[in-house]
């Protein structure tokens, strides 16, 4: 028995070590999948160096510099610690371990509502298979863990008795410091009170004890407020979800914010499918809290795809209830297969004690990342690294016009050598600049006069985008570089005569022209 407990690995373990091994060591590369890594890093780099929290723009060139509300700079120095140590490998590795802990502690989350191991187990994994569309080496991945945490305080609170709602202020103060989801904690606390008032105005039977749990949680909702002032911008950062969020031009063109694509292979399609059937079928009646969780949270993943992490997260317990009641009502013989299997897992579970497999996966994917024999970067497929490698060895005067995720790879690659005009901050830019910018990128009309009035003197944009076909065909433009990934353009002028002179060869590498060759 003693022997079991230390070579079997738990469910818990089994979640975490194939979420993290598999995203280490396996497909770390798609952690990296968006430039904004590259920015957080260096903004952690330049708070670490000058200890203080920028509150206007360091990486672009406009003049005076703009606002800018760094609300992710705790995560930010994390990173650039992490980055410092271990560079992007060792970062990849940071937010892999961060999301296998996350889905490790809601199977433990799941288990404590009475959900047998099989069903917390399938029910973990659907939830991490719709999540993955948001896995990102980004400060978000610190939101859906604490999401986790402040969720089940909130459950065992409001349905094991167990009172530890002191912990979340504690909680709420390290959030506020970390991302702007923060907000979140605070709207799932104003939910529970709000329904505690409401089942207690509609069930006279448990007035009282509803009545008492929505005061210690109006309480603590205060009390959570009151804390998250503490941060380099104070109440301002209260605001700042709202207004993220409220922002049209943003929820209309930033693709994270877009509502989910049904036409593509979602998950998350499939398991709202699956939580649609299961309230039909088995006719369960919701309380008021999970009624509200469900009708909220949904609405929030069919506005905007960024949130379907945490309705997965969210609804996890909700849709175990609902399938007990379903596998109870199963026939017979698919039933007791259930049952069988259930209850072999079951006993594993009783069995094991240990971390040792845990400990054991940490130390290995430590190895390989110390030792050099794993290594991540930024795909060169999709990012411009050999363009930036070529900016690097030039000195090129004047204003760039950039495509966004160029500028997030370029402030990671070149900054401060030189300064963008766009990048993944389009809170910070706003919506005057980023119709600006859309216009440029799109060469819709009057893209011309926005780069005269924003004296563009050069352009570094994906070779396959529609401005570096418009400029390849104009000779007031000239491409002094170019690859199956990027292109740079200067003006045909004399600041740029030089640069055209040395490279007059250039030709624009696009998709024909690889296809004839």
């Known amino acids: 028995m003693g022997r079991n407990r230390i070579l079997l690995p738990s469910v818990a373990e089994t979640i975490f070590l194939s979420i993290f091994v598999f995203l280490s060591l396996g497909y770390g590369a798609g952690l990296l999948g968006d430039g904004d890594t590259g920015y957080h890093i260096r903004a952690g780099e330049f708070i670490l160096a000058r200890r203080t929290v920028p509150k206007a723009d360091i990486f672009s060139f406009w003049e005076p510099p703009l606002p800018w509300m760094a609300h992710e700079w ?14 992007l490998t060792g970062m990849v590795v940071m937010f892999s371990f961060v999301l296998a802990l996350t889905f490790a502690l809601l199977y433990k989350m799941l288990r404590e509502h009475r959900t047998d191991a099989l069903l917390a187990l399938v029910v973990t994994y659907l939830a991490a298979v719709s999540s993955a569309l948001h896995w990102l080496a980004r400060p978000h991945v610190f939101s859906l863990l604490l999401t986790v945490v402040w969720y089940r305080l909130l459950n065992r609170f409001q349905y094991g008795g167990r009172g530890r709602l002191g912990l979340l202020p504690l909680v709420a103060l390290l959030w506020v410091n970390l991302h702007g989801g923060f907000i979140l904690g605070l709207v799932l606390l104003g939910i529970y ?11 006279p039977l448990d007035s009282q004890s509803h009545w008492i749990r929505a005061g210690k949680l109006s309480v603590c909702l ?11 911008r104070g109440w301002d950062m209260l605001i700042f979800p709202f207004q993220l969020t409220s922002n049209r031009f943003i929820l209309d063109h930033i693709s994270e914010f877009l509502s989910p694509n049904f036409h593509r292979p979602l998950p998350f399609k499939y398991l709202l499918m699956l939580c649609v059937a ?33 309705w997965a997260i969210v609804t996890a317990p909700i849709l175990c209830r609902l399938a007990r009641r379903t596998i109870a009502e199963l026939p017979p013989r698919l039933g007791a297969f259930w049952q069988t299997r259930a209850g072999n897992l079951e006993r594993i579970e009783q069995r094991t004690r240990s971390y040792v497999w845990s400990g054991a996966g940490l130390a290995v994917v430590a190895t390989l990342v110390a030792t050099g024999a794993f290594k991540v970067d930024f795909d060169a497929k999709r990012f411009p690294a050999e363009a930036v490698e070529f900016l690097r060895r030039e000195h090129i005067p004047g204003r760039m016009f950039n495509d966004d995720e160029y500028g997030d790879y370029l402030i990671y690659k070149a900054w401060p050598q030189y300064r963008v005009s766009f990048d993944g901050r389009s809170d910070m830019y706003g919506e005057k600049m980023g119709r600006e910018y859309l216009k440029m990128v799109q060469v819709l009309p009057g893209w011309e006069k926005t780069a ?7 352009v570094f944009v994906p070779t396959r985008s529609s401005l570096a076909a418009v400029l390849a065909a104009r000779e007031d433009w000239r491409p002094i570089y170019s690859d199956r990934v990027a292109t740079i353009f200067v003006r045909n002028n004399e600041t740029y005569r030089a640069l055209i ?11 024909e022209a690889e296809n004839s060759t």
């Not at 329904?195 to 069930?203: I, L, R, S």
């Not at 005269?452 to 050069?458: L, R």
Request: aromatic content about 12%.
């Open 452 to 458: 005269e009035d924003y004296g563009i003197g050069w």
């Open 222 to 232: 205060l009390a959570c407020i009151a804390v998250s002032v503490v941060n380099p």
């Open 74 to 87: 705790l995560s930010e120095v994390i990173m650039a610690i992490v980055h410092a140590a271990t560079g």
């Open 278 to 310: 299961l309230l039909a079928w088995t006719k369960t009646r919701l309380d008021w809290i999970e009624l509200a969780l469900i009708l909220i949270f949904t609405y929030m993943a069919l506005f905007s795809a960024r949130y379907i992490p945490l």
């Open 501 to 511: 002179q040395k490279y007059p060869a250039v030709k624009v590498q696009f998709p």
């Open 193 to 203: 009170a709000a329904c505690n008032v409401v089942a207690a105005a509609t069930d």
